[in-house]
């Protein structure tokens, strides 16, 4: 018997604190974590195709874990509370859908909060506009032509900053904008920055997985998106008959030194002009993108933010009283 089959379906945009819920959403997040006296509880983040929502499981914690798998369909019910002014569903029952349910799994697909395509073809031109080299026109062609539809449907990162739908082509569109004009105040390699910018990220396409959940690949976690671009982009670069092998190794150092740091990941530090402004650019975009999603999402009561590691600091919410 299917019995939500006269039930419409509340979507997360619509949900209210106060309500009590019972629907189907794809949960695309578990973590265990311990209370105080040491028993477990879950943090789940539940998701439709209108956005997503935490949740906590306070009991039978036990029972659930081997039940659960990220990035599956379940029944949630539970009461919708309110936690650090979010709202969060606290649930009582997780259930695998009843047999004869109707789901159309395009209602837990994530769309991207703006339009990709449009601003993949408008990243493409203006990287375009300001390369003078013809074989990295004919790369960035390649590029747009075996990897648009990827690209601009991915993740920009598993967790923190850009971490949704659209991510990875709205951090590289930015680092662009900042590369141009980084580049004209310097006096910097246009064509080596500008294309280095393009493809410093392009690996996470392959380093993790967004749909159905997020999650490291095999690839990913031996090798990380420096390597996995860095193979992308000279793979590209030689099947372009008589491409500059200087010019392939001056883009090929701005995509393995970019996180600056061996201890972060990169093969060598920044030993050009234009590598060193690639990783600082690449810095700024995705520290002044927590600032902007913590202060977006926090309760304007607050003067200030709770801690938050990763910026290593609290950090002023504007309009707080
Ligand atoms: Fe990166
Ligand atoms: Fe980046």
Redesign the pocket.
Known sequence: MNLFKNIEKKWIQDIQVGEQLDDFFRIVEINKKLKRDGAPFLTLVLMDKTGRMPGKVWDNVEKYIPLLQEGEIYRVTGLVSEYKGQKEIRVDRLNTPPNGSVINPEDYTEEAAFDTDSLFDKMTSLVKSHLSEPHLIQLVDLFASEYKNSFQNHYGAQKIHHAYLGGLLEHTHSIIRLAIQIAEHYNLDKNVLVTGALF??VGKMFEFTSVPAVGTTLEGGLLG??IIGYNLFTRLTNSIPGFPVELAVMVQHLIIS??GEKEFGSPEIPKTREAYALHII?LLDSKMKIFEQIIDGADKNQLFSDYIPVLERRIYIPNGE
Request: charged residues 30%.
């Open positions: 410093h990220d998106h420096l970019h996180h690449d």
